[in-house]
């Protein structure tokens, strides 16, 4: 996921405190950094696509001013639902039924394909 959003023209930086020696071979184009905090200072949107501790530990309240847009993508469900003191818009994911799912944030909900391509 990181890599199809650098080529897409995106900056990319990761955090992962359990992947990042494997991660530095495979993507060396990618910024990594080695703390929580400072991967998500002014991002335009955090991807949350890991169930690690680290994260389930986290508190989001302590985050959600650091980015640029509060936008979280939680791919993992990793239980953050305490709210911050600023919520951030988080995008869900519906079930996947013939082809598409929806996805939904407050206010909003639009289509988009899932499944085998």
Do not use: F, K
């Amino acid at each position: 996921m990181a890599h199809a959003l650098q080529q897409a023209g995106g900056t990319v930086t990761v955090h992962d405190p359990q992947a990042v020696d494997t991660a530095v071979i495979r993507n060396p184009e990618l910024n990594y950094a080695n703390e929580l905090a400072a991967s998500v200072n002014g991002a335009d949107i955090v991807i949350l696509a890991t169930e690690r501790s680290e994260y389930q530990q986290a508190n989001p309240g302590a985050l959600v001013d650091r980015p640029a847009n509060p936008l979280l993508v939680d791919c993992r469900t990793a239980g953050w639902n305490r709210p911050p003191a600023r919520t951030p818009r988080q995008v869900e994911r519906g079930p996947c039924i013939g082809g598409s799912r929806t996805l939904s944030t407050p206010g909003r909900q639009e289509a988009s394909r899932c499944g085998p391509r």
